[in-house]
Protein backbone atom coordinates (compact mmCIF):
# COMPACT_ATOMS: atom_id res chain seq x y z
CA UNK A 1 0.00 0.00 0.00
CA UNK A 2 1.37 3.42 -0.60
CA UNK A 3 1.78 5.97 1.59
CA UNK A 4 3.01 9.60 1.34
CA UNK A 5 3.52 11.90 4.18
CA UNK A 6 4.78 15.49 4.03
CA UNK A 7 6.81 17.31 6.52
CA UNK A 8 8.88 20.41 6.92
CA UNK A 9 6.19 23.58 6.53
CA UNK A 10 5.61 26.28 9.03
CA UNK A 11 5.16 29.85 8.61
CA UNK A 12 7.93 32.16 7.52
CA UNK A 13 8.52 35.44 6.58
CA UNK A 14 9.13 37.08 2.96
CA UNK A 15 12.44 36.12 1.58
CA UNK A 16 12.81 33.31 4.34
CA UNK A 17 13.19 29.37 3.16
CA UNK A 18 11.73 26.40 3.98
CA UNK A 19 11.99 22.85 2.64
CA UNK A 20 9.55 20.07 2.44
CA UNK A 21 9.82 16.23 2.47
CA UNK A 22 7.90 13.83 1.34
CA UNK A 23 8.49 10.14 2.73
CA UNK A 24 6.75 7.75 0.19
CA UNK A 25 6.24 3.71 0.99
CA UNK A 26 4.72 1.04 -0.66
CA UNK A 27 6.51 1.71 -4.59
CA UNK A 28 8.37 -1.49 -5.56
CA UNK A 29 10.70 -1.75 -5.65
CA UNK A 30 11.34 2.13 -4.88
CA UNK A 31 10.77 5.26 -6.61
CA UNK A 32 13.42 5.33 -8.82
CA UNK A 33 10.54 4.87 -12.04
CA UNK A 34 7.67 7.13 -10.93
CA UNK A 35 6.41 10.57 -11.36
CA UNK A 36 6.59 12.63 -8.29
CA UNK A 37 5.14 16.32 -8.15
CA UNK A 38 4.08 18.60 -5.31
CA UNK A 39 0.68 20.50 -5.83
CA UNK A 40 -0.65 23.58 -3.86
CA UNK A 41 -3.67 25.08 -2.83
CA UNK A 42 -4.56 28.35 -1.19
CA UNK A 43 -8.13 29.58 -0.09
CA UNK A 44 -10.43 30.05 -2.66
CA UNK A 45 -7.81 29.09 -5.22
CA UNK A 46 -8.15 25.94 -7.50
CA UNK A 47 -5.39 23.30 -6.76
CA UNK A 48 -1.94 24.20 -8.80
CA UNK A 49 0.88 22.01 -9.59
CA UNK A 50 3.88 23.24 -8.43
CA UNK A 51 6.96 21.35 -9.18
CA UNK A 52 7.73 17.48 -10.52
CA UNK A 53 10.09 14.85 -10.90
CA UNK A 54 11.17 12.11 -12.48
CA UNK A 55 14.42 10.10 -13.05
CA UNK A 56 14.31 9.00 -16.69
CA UNK A 57 17.79 6.59 -17.33
CA UNK A 58 19.32 8.32 -14.14
CA UNK A 59 18.81 12.04 -15.58
CA UNK A 60 16.89 14.08 -14.03
CA UNK A 61 13.96 15.51 -15.40
CA UNK A 62 12.06 18.41 -13.55
CA UNK A 63 8.88 21.01 -14.33
CA UNK A 64 8.14 23.77 -12.39
CA UNK A 65 5.31 26.70 -12.08
CA UNK A 66 6.39 29.94 -14.11
CA UNK A 67 6.07 31.45 -10.42
CA UNK A 68 8.53 29.31 -8.90
CA UNK A 69 11.05 28.83 -10.90
CA UNK A 70 14.52 30.12 -9.90
CA UNK A 71 13.99 30.14 -6.13
CA UNK A 72 11.88 26.34 -5.71
CA UNK A 73 14.20 22.76 -6.45
CA UNK A 74 12.55 19.76 -6.77
CA UNK A 75 14.89 16.99 -5.74
CA UNK A 76 14.02 12.70 -4.91
CA UNK A 77 16.63 10.63 -3.46
CA UNK A 78 15.71 6.85 -4.73
CA UNK A 79 17.33 5.23 -2.29
CA UNK A 80 15.66 6.81 0.87
CA UNK A 81 12.35 6.86 -0.88
CA UNK A 82 11.95 10.99 -0.32
CA UNK A 83 11.00 13.83 -2.53
CA UNK A 84 12.00 17.34 -1.28
CA UNK A 85 11.14 21.19 -2.40
CA UNK A 86 13.00 23.17 -1.17
CA UNK A 87 11.80 27.06 -1.14
CA UNK A 88 13.65 29.84 -1.07
CA UNK A 89 13.10 33.55 -1.64
CA UNK A 90 9.30 32.88 -0.22
CA UNK A 91 6.57 35.31 -1.15
CA UNK A 92 3.29 35.86 0.71
CA UNK A 93 1.89 34.18 -2.65
CA UNK A 94 3.47 30.68 -1.77
CA UNK A 95 1.24 30.40 1.13
CA UNK A 96 -0.84 27.17 1.03
CA UNK A 97 -1.44 23.84 1.81
CA UNK A 98 1.32 22.16 -0.34
CA UNK A 99 0.16 18.57 -1.50
CA UNK A 100 2.87 15.33 -2.52
CA UNK A 101 1.73 13.64 -5.00
CA UNK A 102 3.26 10.41 -7.08
CA UNK A 103 2.22 7.94 -9.64
CA UNK A 104 4.19 4.55 -11.04
CA UNK A 105 2.95 5.73 -14.54
CA UNK A 106 5.88 7.83 -15.08
CA UNK A 107 5.39 9.03 -18.47
CA UNK A 108 2.50 11.64 -16.15
CA UNK A 109 5.31 13.47 -15.45
CA UNK A 110 6.94 13.29 -19.18
CA UNK A 111 5.24 16.03 -20.10
CA UNK A 112 5.47 19.50 -21.76
CA UNK A 113 4.83 21.81 -18.39
CA UNK A 114 3.88 21.32 -15.06
CA UNK A 115 0.44 21.93 -16.48
CA UNK A 116 0.32 18.88 -18.16
CA UNK A 117 1.17 17.08 -14.94
CA UNK A 118 -1.85 16.04 -13.76
CA UNK A 119 -4.41 13.11 -12.59
CA UNK A 120 -1.27 11.25 -10.24
CA UNK A 121 -2.97 8.63 -8.28
CA UNK A 122 -1.47 8.70 -4.56
CA UNK A 123 -1.37 11.84 -2.45
CA UNK A 124 -0.29 12.86 0.80
CA UNK A 125 -2.79 14.84 3.53
CA UNK A 126 -0.88 18.04 2.58
CA UNK A 127 0.97 20.54 5.15
CA UNK A 128 0.66 24.25 5.41
CA UNK A 129 3.10 26.92 4.72
CA UNK A 130 2.59 30.46 5.60
CA UNK A 131 4.08 33.53 4.44
CA UNK A 132 4.00 36.73 6.39
CA UNK A 133 5.41 39.92 4.42
Known amino acids: QVHLVESGGGSVQAGESLKLSCALS??????????LAWFRQAPGKEREGVAA??????????HYTDSVKGRFTISQDNDKGTLDLQMNSLKPEDSAMYYC??????????????????????WGRGIQVAVSV
Open 101 to 122: AADSVQSKCLVATMKDVRDLLH
Open 26 to 35: GFNPNIAHTC
Open 53 to 62: SATVFGRAIS
